[in-house]
């Protein structure tokens, strides 16, 4: 398969989170900022990187933007060049638009722009921090509509060593068990070692034991109550 294409524009904290991140993960990335100090810096972990403002469409044009498989606007700070960037991109047909908003007010107008996919760091981390704080039992979890998720939660104390079928997380708590992760010892390069591996589709019989972690789906409501009964 062809390696993804991505432009990431706006490198500070968070663009060049990302620009590392994509890159590391083999895709081909063109890193943007009108700063050079910042493209100089960046220069080093990602295929390609370019001093340009991104108000200027010419200067987007030459690289071929319209081209990308999808473009990052990690703008943060100054939100009038974030939409005429934007609008520069929408006007060159970009495949692809992941915009970051700062508030709720810049959220609104760049879907009123059209920008579908839009990302809020500031206030996704802080919702996730505040997460962990109440329900410790919550290592992560993917947010979906409706007030669904998919969580990977530690299994609460009084069901350890049960099974499934004991537990009854689907007629009880309205929860299904997607996989369990489980810590497996392992001798690798004559070293001892603990590595995490999914354990596949659970049965009935499937006992949880205390250092698991469990991947669950149900509503965020119902996955809570049942941490919160058990715990
Ligand atoms: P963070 O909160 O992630 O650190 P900032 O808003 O502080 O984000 O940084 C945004 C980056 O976007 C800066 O490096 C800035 O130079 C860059 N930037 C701002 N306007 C433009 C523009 N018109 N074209 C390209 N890069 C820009």
Do not use: W
């Not at 206030?123 to 969580?151: C, M, N, Q, T, W």
């Amino acid at each position: 398969m062809k390696n993804k294409q991505f432009a990431v524009i706006g490198l500070g904290q968070f663009g060049e989170a990302i620009a590392k991140s994509l890159s590391k993960k083999g895709a081909e990335v063109m890193a943007v900022d009108v700063n050079q100090e910042k493209v100089d810096y960046i220069s080093s972990y990602v295929s390609y990187a370019v001093t340009l403002n991104a108000t200027d469409k010419k200067a987007l044009t030459m690289q071929n933007i319209q081209d990308f498989d999808a473009i990052v606007i990690a703008i943060g700070e100054e939100f009038e060049q974030l939409l005429l960037c934007a609008v520069n991109l929408i006007e060159l047909k970009a495949k692809r638009i992941i915009a970051r908003a700062k508030g709720d007010a810049n959220k609104l107008i760049l879907e009123k722009l059209g920008i579908k996919e839009i990302f809020q760091p500031e206030s996704e981390v802080a919702a996730l921090v505040a997460e962990r704080l109440i329900y410790p039992g919550i290592v992560s979890y993917l947010k979906l509509p409706d007030g669904f998720s998919v969580s990977e939660i530690k299994p609460p104390k009084s069901i350890h060593g049960r099974t499934i079928e004991d537990i009854r997380l689907r007629d009880k708590y309205s929860i299904n068990l997607i996989t369990i992760k489980r810590g497996f010892t392992e001798l690798k390069d004559e070293e001892v070692k603990t590595e995490s591996h999914l354990t596949g589709v659970p049965h009935s019989s499937t006992v949880i034991e205390e250092h698991d972690n469990m991947l669950v789906f149900g509503r965020d409501t119902d996955i809570e109550k049942f941490i919160e009964i058990n715990s």
